[in-house]
Every structure is written in C-alpha cells, then in structure tokens.
C-alpha cells in the first residue's frame, strides 16, 4: 500500500514566522507534490518536483519555497509566514505523468492556523 | 486554462437511497485529459475512488461509478444505494498537459443519514 505522511499534523504559526511542513513518501516514487486547500475550494498547486534536488513551480507559488533533498522527502517553506496561508496543505506522490502513472497518493493534510 | 466545476457543495441523502454528484470539466491544455475521483473520509488524506483514462469508458469502485463523457465534458458519480459510511467529500478532478498538474472540483461533502 502506497504511503505518504505528513508532520506536523497541524500547526499553530504567528505572522512573520517561518513555518516548515514536512512530508515523507514510501512509494518509490519519482513525483511529489505540494497542494493546498481552502474551505469551500478545490485542492491548488504550490510546487512539485520530478527529481531530487529539484523543485518547479505550480500555479500559486507566491510565498511558498519548496526542498526535495532526497526522493523520499519533500518539504514546504513559509519563510514569512502570513495570515493569508492560514489552509490545510497535503503532500502527494506519483510515479510518473499520463496514462496509468498519474495517479497521485495524498497524505493525510497539515491544517496550518497563521495568527 | 483547465478547470474541474462541482455544482453542489453538500449532498444530504437517507441510506440506501441513490446519489448522483455532478462534475463538468474544461481542458484547453490537452483534448483528452485523465478523470479521476477522489474521496476524503474525516481525518484522512485523499485517496483515489476511480479513474478512467478512455473517453467513454465507465470506472467503477465501492459501488460507485462515473461514465467519460466527452461529448458532455462531464464526469458525474452515481451510486445505486449509499451508506452512512460513503459519508465523505468527494473530488472531481483531470490531469492536463502540465507535468503532474490535477485540477481539482472544489469537492462535495456527502452526508448520508440512517
């Protein structure tokens, strides 16, 4: 069974503050993925990496730096954390783009509160 | 650019009545995007419901199913008799010419009562 966890589970941040989600994967997968989600809204993408070292942007990386140190670890940076983040943020992985290896394995959410 | 639209935010059906939750799509990046469902049960991470990758192709899982409708753009789920423990929200989502990129719907919360 594909696994993908996150730390911490949820979090408490003051503003200007820098905050680091976490997020492991067991699946051997070359893919992974930062989203975030806001009440009422779909799931959007921060940034996501294809390979170690290496991180590209997705469609709202304003804020937000991204670390893949290895395959197996994908971290998210709010250098200055702000209000405005306050969102749940999920972690996914996948072995490839396109037909049968875009399924994508999310971990369980970081529910992060800005203050 | 792509976008995934679920019309109904909350869904309340008695058990073992049938439930149909709409999604329609746009995918200007590629003709024939991925579909997908996904479900999130309370205190859990999203996981895969059902995929289907063929226009006109029907997926099926845990009594739920969704036809590829290309003509319509539509994705809808059905199932013939919910249960209290198919509570949960439910996203509609595409994968599209971007490497790795899923829409998502803005997901549809599912609450079935005994």
Redesign the interface.
């Known amino acids: 069974e594909a696994a993908?966890t996150q730390s911490p589970r949820s979090k408490v941040a003051v503003t200007g503050g820098k905050v680091t989600l976490s997020c492991h994967q067991t699946n051997n997968h070359d893919?992974m993925?930062w989203y975030r989600q806001d009440t009422?809204?779909?799931?959007?993408?921060i940034h996501?990496s294809?390979v170690a070292d290496s991180t590209?942007k997705?469609?709202i990386p304003d804020g937000y730096k991204a670390s893949r140190p290895s395959q197996e670890n994908f971290s998210l940076i709010l250098e200055l954390a702000s209000l405005s983040q306050t969102a749940v943020y999920?972690c996914?992985s996948?072995a490839g783009?396109?037909?049968?290896q875009?399924?994508?394995?999310?971990?369980?959410?970081t529910r992060l509160l800005v203050l | 650019g792509d976008s995934v639209t679920q019309t109904e935010g909350q869904v309340t059906v008695s058990e073992s009545k049938s439930l149909i939750i709409n999604c329609t799509y746009s995918a200007t990046s590629i003709g024939y995007p991925n579909l997908f469902w996904y479900v999130r049960y309370p205190g859990e991470g999203l996981q895969l419901l059902l995929k289907v990758i063929t226009a006109g192709q029907k997926g099926s899982s845990r009594g739920f199913e969704a036809t590829y409708n290309k003509e319509a753009t539509s994705f809808h789920l059905q199932k013939a008799s919910v249960q209290e423990s198919d509570s949960a929200v439910y996203y509609c989502a595409l994968s599209g010419q971007v490497v790795g990129q899923l829409t998502f719907g803005r997901g549809t919360r599912l609450q079935v009562y005994a």
């Open positions: 993908v893919y993925y009422g809204h779909g799931l959007r993408l996501y294809y590209e997705g469609d999920f996914a996948s783009t396109g037909g049968y875009d399924t994508q394995y999310f971990g369980p959410g």
